[in-house]
Each structure stands twice: as C-alpha cells, then as structure tokens.
C-alpha cells in the first residue's frame, strides 16, 4: 500500500480542488447578495432624498432593504454554505466528464479501506492495492487544478460585481452624502448636502436650534406679530418659503423675501438674508422653512398668551393720621395721592402665568421685586430704603416685569404718587338765646369735620367782668370713641356755674377744633365768637318779651305785604304780642299796644308802632 508517492499527491490535489470550489460558490453568493442589497439601499437613498421622508417611512425603506438582503443569503448564500464536497465529489465530477474511466473513485475507496485496516473485509487485499497503485501510475493524466468550477452566470456576477463598485465610488466622490444617508437611516435628522445652505432661521430675533435632539421649540406672544428672518448661503433664490401646518392639518405658507437684489445671488459661498412679518397665530404651529433645495427640520411655534400685571399700591398713613378712614387706592389705580409721610408699598400680581423678573424703576434708581408665594404671581416691593419710605414730594415710577417665557410688558407700566393736602378742620357752633343766668347752663349746637377726623373739641371761654376784669379758661367737649371722627354734630351743655357770674358779666365763647395732623398752623379751627348777656330773671323775662315783640312785627310786616299783593286792603291787623308777664314785684308789665294805620287809597301801609316796657339798666337792680 502506498500513501506517498503519486496517490498521494491525487488525493490531495482533489482535496484542493474540493475546497477551491467552495470558495468560489461562497465569493459568488457573496457578490450577488451584495449587489441585490447595495442596489435596495441605493433605491431607498434616491427615495429619501427626493421626498424628504419621515422616519417612519425611512424606516420601511430600511425593512425592505433587510428583506431583500435575506432573500438574498437564503437564495445564494445559504446554499452555498451548506454544500460541502471532498475528494470523492470532485473525483466523480472528473469521471463525469471522463467518459470510460470510473476507476478513481473506486481506487479512493480503496486507499481509505487498505489504510484503516479493513481491506480484508471487502475482499481481497492484492487485488485493492493492485487497483491503487494503477490508479497511481496514471495520476499524470489527472490535474484537479485544471477542472471546471460550476458558477453562476456571467451576467449575474458582472451586474453584481458593477453595483459593489459603483456603490463605493460614489461613497469615496460623495462622502458627505454618505454620511447623511446612513444618519437618516439609522432614524436621524441629517440633511443631504444641497446647493443651497440654510445658515440660520430667527423667530422675533430668537435663533432656532436646530442642533439638539429633541424638536426645536420657539414661544411667541399671542397677538404680538412675529419677525421671521432666514440666513442662506450658495446657490440663492429668489425668496424663501416657510410652510405653517397647525394641530387641524390646515396649512398656510409664509414667503420670505430678500430686502434687495444683489450681483452675489447665485454664487457659491454667498449670502442673502430673507425677511418677512405677520401677525401671531392663535395656536402652535409646526413650521418647516425652505430655500432653494435646501430645508430645515421641522420646529414647533408655541403660542402664549402675553403676562396680565396689575399693580396695587398699599399706602401706610403716618403717625399722626393713625386711625384716619382714609379710603386706600383700588387695584389697578397707578396713581394715589398720599398724606406727606405717608409709607407707599407696591405688590405685582400677574392672573395668568408666573413672573421670571419684576422691577421697579424710581428717581433714576431700579429696585428689585420679591416674589411673596410659590408660583411668583404676586410680587412685593418693600419701601424700605427707598423714596417711597416716607413720601415728602411727588414722584413717578415705571414697573418692568419679565414673564417664565421671556415675555416683557409692551409698554412699563407708568403711575404717580402725589401729595395729598392735609386740609384744617371745620367748626361751627351756635346758641340758642345770648342772655343766660350766673348759674345757667346754656346748650351749644356744634358741628365740625377734618379730612382725617377731629382729634378733640373744646369751648374757649373769656368772661369780661363788670368791674372790667377778664379771664379765660378752657372747657373740652367728651367725644365717643370712634376711630373715624371726619363728621361731628351735637349739643352741648356749657355749665356757667363754676364762673361765678354775675348780672352784667359777659361771656365771649368760642369753640375750638384740633385734627390729627401734627402741623401746629393747621391742626386747629375756631367757630365765630358769640356772646352771652348774663342777667337775672327779670332780664331774662325782658328779653324774651323783647324778642317776642319783634316777631310780631316782623309777622305783622308779611301779612300786610301779602294783602297789598292780593289786592286786598282790608282793616290793619296789630302785630301779635304775648301776655305781659309778672315783674319782680308782682305787678304785670304793660303790654304794648299797636295803633292802626289810617286806610288810604295808596298802597303805601304806614307801619306800625308798639311801646316796650322799659328794660333796667344793666350793672342796677330793679
């Protein structure tokens, strides 16, 4: 048996060949499976890139490609893999086209037997090695090397062959397109090199980021008009467009228009600002700007409503109108008068959405605002160290406030805090009659009113004695206790007693009202004086008779000029006087008697005359 020699290398030539054919059926599945694939990719590409896909439909783009690339391997690949030839196979593949000679395969067989020591099993083991080495002494008539390979058709590894080489000089002439095709297949957001570049897109002067991951969003106030400016660079049109799909579906398009023409448009490198305005839509919007065949990503225009600020002023009066009802001004007023002194806080409320920044601009200094809640809706300015700690002259201020969305008020709100004048009280009083008794008490009416309520009211008293001696004292009227006392009226009961008076003695009063201002040349008021006759009883009895006397001619002097009116003259008609009362003896004073006037045919009454009873001199005694 021989293992070396001529057999020897047979076997291993066939062995060769075997593996050979392997490598070759592999390389073609290889190659085709490549092709097809590369060729599905390369479909999806110029589908993308001319319809500008989602991802969802990149996605099936990338699905159909992993299809056509499984078709492919079970198709070529797998077969080829799993076909698996030794000696034998490529012996009987040399026999086939060897008609007439069969006894390789056989002398194989026969080697395999002879060198595992079961010859004698199938026969006798002259005869195996005699076969085997008559194989060998022909084994120059075989070339394993030189077999045919079964192969695909040319024209499938050609095509095959064309796609994998065009795929990779377009990859190695157009690598920026190949960077962004397998970002956008991979699901990303890359955009295929254009001649035209978008440089930048602004919103009302806000830059879109178009760099992050996530979609870029751009807040703008409603009702407020927009700005929108687009940058582009290379190959320039003549406008750009912006395309505005809301929540609905509708769509509206915004054109965006260049300022100028310029001898640049068109030329690689160059740049050109396009500019447009509009009003604010009433809902977000997903907006999408292109120019030229270039776009940008889609981003969201997010409506707000712009911040609603109110401002109220919190007046603390000063010391010296504490306990004043003086009315505060309402929300909203931004302009208050306030007493000299007076302490004035502002607080900023906004109803809607929460405040980033509020500022107070006063007497050419600006003082930051505190937020007093957890939602910063309501901000407070404390006057401590301010202008506004004590108000001594009129001032102007503007507030400033800057909203969460970077939203500020369109004009600063403007308000004034004035001096309110501290007006002096009023007082009024008088008397029922002016003669009194040493020991009367006779009643005061009074009325009196001060913007910030009377603090106390008194009678200034001053007696002018009959030996020509004066003196003065004070007496207070008692007041409630109520906070508010900016309207007082009442009467009063002035007790002479304690003066010791005397008939002839005269008293001057006068009443006398202090506010709650500090100011001691308007803080009081005095009533016009009055004076009381003090006298006895017959004087008293005298003067009211005095009085009633003169009302009934007064009485008398109407009824005639009512007649005369009429036209009716008729008997005169004495004046009304009341029943003589006892003097000081006892005796009934006369009582005056009236005369009545002659008729005459003028309308001319003469008037009528009375006698009074004579009335003592004062300082004697009846």
């Avoid at 001060?450 to 004066?470: E, I």
């Amino acid at each position: 048996m021989s293992d070396t020699g001529k057999f020897a290398t047979l076997r291993h030539g066939l062995q060769a060949a075997a593996r050979r054919r392997r490598r070759v059926r592999l390389t073609d599945a290889l190659l085709l499976t490549a092709g097809a694939t590369l060729a599905a990719l390369y479909v999806g590409y110029y589908v993308d890139r001319a319809w500008n896909l989602v991802p969802a439909a990149r996605l099936f783009l990338d699905l159909t490609a992993l299809g056509v690339l499984a078709a492919a391997v079970r198709c070529w690949v797998w077969p080829a893999l799993r076909r698996h030839e030794d000696a034998v196979d490529v012996a009987l593949g040399v026999e086939r086209r060897r008609s007439g000679r069969n006894d390789l395969v056989a002398a194989l067989q026969f080697d395999d037997w002879l060198r595992s020591g079961r010859g004698s099993e199938y026969g006798s083991t002259s005869l195996l090695e005699a076969v085997v080495e008559q194989t060998a002494a022909g084994a120059e008539e075989f070339d394993p090397a030189a077999e045919p390979i079964e192969r695909p058709t040319r024209g499938k590894r050609w095509a095959g062959a064309a796609v994998i080489v065009a795929v990779v000089l377009a990859v190695i002439i157009y690598p920026r397109h190949f960077a962004a095709w397998l970002d956008r297949a991979l699901l990303g957001d890359a955009h295929y090199p254009s001649r035209t570049q978008i440089v930048s897109l602004h919103v009302n002067g806000a830059a879109v980021d178009f760099a992050g991951d996530a979609t870029p969003r751009i807040v703008v106030a409603e009702s407020r008009p927009i700005t929108w400016q687009l940058i582009a660079s290379g190959v320039l049109p003549e406008q750009a467009t912006l395309a505005l799909v809301d929540d609905q579906g509708s769509q509206a398009t915004v054109e965006l228009a260049a300022p100028a023409a310029t001898d640049a448009a068109g030329t690689n490198g160059s740049e050109r600002i396009y500019q447009a305005q509009g009003a604010a839509p009433i809902a977000s919007l997903i907006v999408e700007a292109q120019a030229g065949d270039a776009y940008a990503e889609p981003f969201e225009l997010v409506v707000r409503p712009m911040p609603l600020v109110t401002i109220a002023l919190d007046v603390t009066l000063p010391a010296y109108a504490a306990g004043a009802m003086l009315p505060s001004p309402p929300p909203g007023r931004l302009s208050a008068g306030v007493l000299e002194g007076s302490s004035v806080a502002l607080r900023v409320t906004c109803a809607n959405k929460p405040l980033r920044d509020v500022r107070l601009k006063l007497a050419e200094k600006t003082w930051p605002l505190t937020p007093t809640d957890d939602e910063r809706r309501t901000w407070r300015f404390d006057p401590a160290d301010s202008p506004l700690a004590e108000v001594v002259e009129p001032a102007e201020f503007t507030v400033e406030a800057v909203d969460d969305d970077g939203f500020a008020l369109p004009e600063p709100l403007r308000g004034s805090i004035l001096l309110r004048p501290d007006q002096p009280p009023t007082v009024a009083a008088e008397v029922v009659t002016k003669y009194v008794l040493p020991a009367g008490k006779p009643s005061i009416a009074y009325q009196a009113g001060d913007d910030l309520g009377v603090r106390n009211l008194a009678v200034l008293r001053q007696v002018l004695r009959g030996d020509g001696g004066t003196e003065s004292d004070r007496v207070e009227i008692p007041l409630d206790a109520a906070p508010s006392r900016m309207q007082l009226a009442g009467k009063f009961p002035l007790d002479l007693a304690p003066l010791e008076l005397h008939k002839g003695d005269r008293v001057t009063i006068r009443l006398e009202a202090r506010d709650r201002s500090g100011d001691p040349n308007r803080a009081t008021a005095q009533s016009e004086p009055f004076t009381l006759e003090v006298t006895d009883e017959q004087g008293l009895y005298e003067a009211m008779a005095e009085t009633d006397q003169r009302s009934a001619r007064k009485m008398d002097e109407i009824i005639q000029k009512q007649l005369l009116m009429t036209g009716k003259v008729g008997p005169a008609v004495g004046p009304l006087v009341p029943a003589p009362r006892p003097s000081a003896s006892g005796t009934p004073s006369a009582a005056p008697s009236s005369t009545t006037p002659p008729a005459a045919p003028t309308p001319t009454v003469p008037a009528p005359t009375a006698t009074a009873p004579s009335s003592p001199s004062r300082g004697t005694q009846p």
